[in-house]
């Protein structure tokens, strides 16, 4: 896989001019008081489960019936706590999400290692309803509260170097049951964008779901979404995220790169090895439904492929 140069994106293409330099004052503001304030961009520490509110954005959202909570949230794949759909509920239970830190490190000016809380004080959150599709062939419709990843990569500042974006789960196999034994996945999981996917406004840091706070099985505390990319991709539980000159490894490419591509857009047309990709079953409804390139999300992401065959781009 190659990687076509484009041109740098300006911050003003990614979040309205308006709403980026809001939130700049906003976040010289608190700072400059020294004090939480007390608008909804200051939420605060919500463990799994509890409520958490934050305003639908239409504009984003998909006009689809979200699925059933107690489904979505009971049938995951979290790889750390289970090869299974089932266990990650109640295996992640104990998982410990506070404290907190990401650290945010390599190609950026402002490397920091931030604490949950603090970013759930300076990012305003907001909904949007997505689907998931997984690589199995099955899907969901979520409701998922948080942020555009891209507000927190600009506050950072990637520099000229800066292509790609990885992200890295937490590596603690006493919390993590599965990380002690044999698998697949080399441990800690990890999975990258390219640059500009990770800039996309659709591509989010999700915090929370159906009006409350991330459970664990979910990937409390925070977690990416890449709604138009196979669900392996929206990595849980994220501990690092690092700005890359070069192209990351990542853990399903590595663990078997003929089945999971780097790029993982949704893509009716290349078919798993295994299965077809052709339909899906969407959790809690009878029978299939077609998938559609990009997971539906084609007028908003196709152009980021331009001058890619997509059917090599598995
Ligand atoms: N992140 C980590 N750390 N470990 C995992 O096993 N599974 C991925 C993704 N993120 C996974 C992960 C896969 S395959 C999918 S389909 C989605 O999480 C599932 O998200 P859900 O359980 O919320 O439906």
Redesign the pocket.
């Given at each position: 896989m190659r990687y076509r140069p484009e041109r740098p994106i300006q911050s003003e293409e990614i979040t309205p001019r308006e709403i980026f330099l809001n939130r700049r004052q906003f976040i010289r503001a608190t700072a400059a008081a020294g004090i939480a304030a007390t608008t909804g961009a200051c939420t605060p520490a919500r463990a799994g489960g509890e409520p958490l509110a934050a305003q639908r954005n239409a504009r984003y959202s998909v006009r689809e019936g979200p699925s059933n909570k107690r489904l979505?949230?009971s049938?995951?794949?979290?790889?750390?706590f289970g090869a299974d759909k089932r266990s990650?509920a109640f295996r992640a239970r104990g998982l410990k999400t506070r404290p907190w830190q990401i650290e945010i490190s390599g190609a950026v000016e402002a490397p920091q290692t931030l604490e949950i809380d603090e970013i759930l004080k300076r990012y305003p959150l907001e909904e949007r309803v997505y689907r998931?599709r997984?690589?199995?062939a099955w899907s969901?419709v979520?409701p998922w509260i948080g942020f555009p990843l891209a507000s927190l990569l600009q506050d950072m500042g990637p520099t000229s170097e800066a292509r790609y974006v990885e992200f890295t789960?937490l590596l603690d196999p006493e919390q993590m049951p599965r990380q002690k034994g044999e698998s697949a996945?080399e441990w800690?999981?990890v999975?990258a964008l390219r640059l500009d996917e990770a800039l996309h406004p659709l591509t989010m840091l999700v915090v929370g779901y159906y009006g409350q706070a991330l459970e664990n099985?979910?990937?409390a505390p925070i977690?990416l979404i890449v709604p138009w990319k196979?669900?392996?991709?929206?990595?849980?539980?994220i501990v690092k995220i690092r700005v890359t000159p070069k192209l990351p490894r990542t853990?399903?490419n590595d663990a078997a790169p003929h089945e999971y591509g780097f790029y993982a857009n949704v893509n009716p047309e290349v078919d798993h090895p295994r299965w077809s990709q052709a339909t899906e079953r969407r959790l809690g409804k009878a029978g299939r439904i077609p998938t559609l390139p990009f997971n539906g999300y084609a007028d908003d992401v196709a152009a980021l492929y331009d001058g890619m065959n997509l059917k090599q781009l598995y």
């Open positions: 979505a949230t049938y995951n794949n979290f790889y750390e990650p998931l997984c690589v199995e969901m979520v789960t996945i800690p999981y999975e099985q979910s990937g977690r196979y669900g392996f991709k929206s990595i849980k539980s853990s399903w």
